[in-house]
């Protein structure tokens, strides 16, 4: 696949977010999902495109839900699981092999397991084990199926009565859908302001914590570009220190500030000093506030422009952003260790 070729294949997949969530949210759950119970703690299981749903999820349940819920991004499961936990597996290809560490780890506890994946090892295990699995499309690139594993996620997790998602996700599709052209538009004008520049991007609240991340990760690997990423209030106690140096990467810095309804007033007050303050340690700073009336909108609201921006950069560098050829070249490294 060119250039121009893998540029318009993941521009499609980007604009087709809200189709793929109304899409998953339209699918029967399958026999076997767990029902409302006393749950201890919610652990969704994953890695790089398919841990990001999990992180909306967690974000999305600090502020409505009494469970804690923790992203499980490790080969290891944490000593919080218990009998008494739901645990989700998300594994696009379903080979990600420290999610299946995870998962057999999971199946030795007695937990309550549940897989979102398009098939492979994770899906046969799942199966002989007889954990409900909910089959998603194969055949893109896993970061492109957000809206697939997303929209399945949720619907477990309310069926569990840990949540009300529906309306969300509702509001969500139609959002994006309305405002994906105007947001594209948007991207190309910002792609342009990061060309040959480090982004680093800001979250202001904890319901945007993800968002950042979202960004950094599709940066990386649709424009293959470094990102850093940075979370106020606590940025202001460390990290203030050392914007500037060095000097030459400050002066190609360029800060993108995600803010929403819901950042606390001091944090965008701090955001707005720390720009004032710290004017030698960056080159240029946009702000950018989240836009729709619930926390699922708003996150994917700004997730999505960033998905955007990084293929629009992606075209502006002449990079083909579907390839990930150092992770493929990793796993092929992984593979052959395991075999020597």
Request: aromatic share 2%; net charge positive.
């Amino acid at each position: 696949m060119d250039t121009a070729a893998g540029y318009a294949a993941m521009l499609e997949l980007v604009m087709g977010l809200p189709e793929q969530l109304a899409e998953a949210g339209t699918r029967c759950l399958p026999a076997g999902i767990p029902g409302r119970r006393g749950w201890s703690t919610v652990v969704v299981v994953g890695m790089g495109g398919s841990a990001i749903s999990g992180d909306i999820a967690r974000s999305l349940m600090l502020d409505s839900c009494a469970v804690p819920v923790i992203s499980c991004r490790d080969y290891d499961i944490p000593a919080a699981v218990t009998k008494r936990t739901l645990l989700v597996a998300l594994s696009y290809s379903g080979n990600t092999e420290e999610t299946l560490s995870a998962y057999r780890q999971a199946v030795g506890t007695g937990c309550r397991r549940v897989v979102v994946t398009s098939g492979g090892e994770l899906a046969r295990l799942a199966r002989a084990e007889h954990d409900p699995v909910i089959a998603v499309p194969s055949g893109i690139p896993p970061r492109a199926a957000l809206g697939y594993l997303l929209g399945s996620l949720l619907p477990v997790l309310e069926h569990a009565g840990l949540g009300e998602f529906r309306g969300q996700l509702d509001e969500a599709v139609g959002l994006l859908a309305a405002r994906r052209d105007a947001w594209r538009r948007r991207a190309v004008t910002l792609a342009a302001r990061l060309v040959d520049r480090l982004p680093l991007v800001l979250s202001t609240s904890r319901l945007l914590d993800c968002a950042a991340d979202r960004w950094r990760c599709q940066l990386n690997e649709n424009a293959k570009v470094i990102c850093h990423t940075s979370r106020l209030p606590e940025h202001n106690h460390n990290e203030v220190v050392g914007m500037g140096r060095p000097a030459e990467l400050a002066q190609r810095t360029v800060i993108i500030g995600l803010l929403e309804r819901e950042t606390h007033p001091r944090t965008s007050l701090r955001l707005r000093h720390v720009l004032a303050i710290a004017r030698d340690g960056y080159e240029q700073a946009v702000r950018l506030r989240a836009e729709g009336r619930s926390p699922l909108a708003r996150v994917l609201s700004l997730s999505m422009l960033g998905d955007l921006v990084s293929v629009e950069l992606a075209r502006l560098t002449g990079v083909d952003p579907m390839p990930v050829r150092r992770i493929d070249k990793l796993k092929r490294r992984l593979a052959r260790a395991r075999r020597e």
